[in-house]
């Protein structure tokens, strides 16, 4: 069974700082690409950053500079480390593994709230 529990999420002010954490379970997540997406409520869910197996990155131009994505292999968890919050920031931020370049899988989000 496999399951992806997001954490660290939080009602932070601008300018202020949070961790995420993507605890997965029943697969691994060293060799699958890992993602960070978050969704407001009226808006489309868009991708903030990715992870390769290879450790290439990518982050969407909004919060590239203040966010980096990282896993633990040992601990089988991935994160994102959140710096200089914007209240457009403000989201439920899920996590997705990406299992051969197609099979998905996403958590149940967490809720990001920076207040200005």
């Known amino acids: 069974q496999v399951q992806l529990v997001e954490s660290g999420g939080g009602l932070v002010q601008a300018g202020g700082s949070l961790r995420l954490s993507c605890a997965v379970s029943?697969?691994?997540?060293?060799?699958?690409?890992m993602g960070w997406y978050r969704q407001a409520p009226g808006k489309q869910r868009e991708l903030v950053a990715l992870?390769?197996?290879?450790?290439?990155?990518n982050y969407a131009d909004s919060v590239k500079g203040r966010f980096t994505i990282s896993r633990d292999n040992a601990k089988n968890t991935v994160y994102l480390q959140m710096n200089i919050l914007k209240p457009e920031d403000t989201a439920v931020y899920h996590c997705?593994?990406?299992?051969?370049?197609?099979?998905?899988?996403w958590g149940q989000g967490t809720q990001v709230t920076v207040s200005a």
């Open positions: 029943g697969i691994i997540v060293g060799p699958n690409a």
């Open positions: 997705k593994l990406t299992n051969w370049g197609r099979y998905e899988y």
């Open positions: 992870i390769t197996s290879g450790g290439n990155t």
